[in-house]
């Protein structure tokens, strides 16, 4: 019974999924055991008919104590009495369960349709498990196996690792250069502000003294 729930989700519908997408795909039959566990566990299959013949709880023994003979001229006669097929078709439908003791094959079908109707409740996803070793031991230090596409996944990590070391001394550099040139700027411009007012002062002091002299020669 997991093998319909594998063949139905695995097989069929993952192989619809690839026609839904387009996906060129040629699409491969697998073959259903449904048939087996319908004559196992369906009404009036093999389960059933041991529950069936658990219910006599007397065993019945025959003995023959001497040699019997029988008239078989009229057995062709009595076994053309058949079952209504309805009446076969309704046992294998009826739903209505006996108040009898629960035997084993009962407990087993009824424990298996329970966990199917669990099953099919859920929606299943399916992992692939490795085998780690024989020995079922840890590798050594020298020895180490990587699946598909880890190395380059480990080789981008340590990419965006080394690119944000590289951003962030950059930034750090690029900090300290700037502070630096600011402030030989910043002096730069100190000094030659204080050399032009100097100047400028000069200019002044030496324009009012012409003035003074000016006026006072004037004055005379």
């Known amino acids: 019974m997991v093998f319909i729930i594998i063949h139905e989700h695995v097989f ?10 387009e996906i060129t795909w ?5 073959y259903d ?8 566990e369906s009404r009036l299959g093999i389960l059933n008919l041991l529950d069936e013949e658990c219910k006599l709880e007397i065993v019945v023994q025959l003995f023959l104590k001497e040699d019997d003979t029988t008239n078989g001229s009229k057995t062709l006669t009595s076994n053309k009495s058949y079952q209504v097929q309805k009446t076969e078709t309704l046992q294998r439908s009826s739903k209505v369960q006996a108040q009898r003791k629960k035997t084993v094959g009962y407990q087993f079908r009824e424990s298996l349709t329970s966990l199917m109707a669990a099953l099919n409740l859920t929606e299943p996803h399916y992992v692939c498990c490795i085998k780690p070793n024989d020995k079922k031991a840890p590798f050594t230090n020298t020895k180490i196996f990587f699946r598909a596409g880890q190395v380059a996944y480990l080789e981008k990590l340590r990419s965006e690792k080394l690119r944000a070391c590289i951003i962030k001394i950059q930034t750090i550099y ?20 204080t050399l032009s007012r100097r100047y400028l002062a000069r200019k002044y002091a030496q ?7 000016v006026t006072l020669f004037q004055s005379l």
């Open 174 to 193: 690029h900090v300290y250069y700037a502070g630096k040139r600011y402030l030989k700027i910043r002096r730069t411009t100190i000094a030659l502000q």
């Open 207 to 213: 324009q009012i003294r012409l003035t003074r002299a």
């Open 12 to 21: 069929t519908l993952e192989q619809e999924e690839y026609m839904t997408e």
């Open 33 to 40: 055991n449904q048939p087996c566990i319908d004559l196992i």
């Open 26 to 30: 040629s699409f491969i039959q697998f």
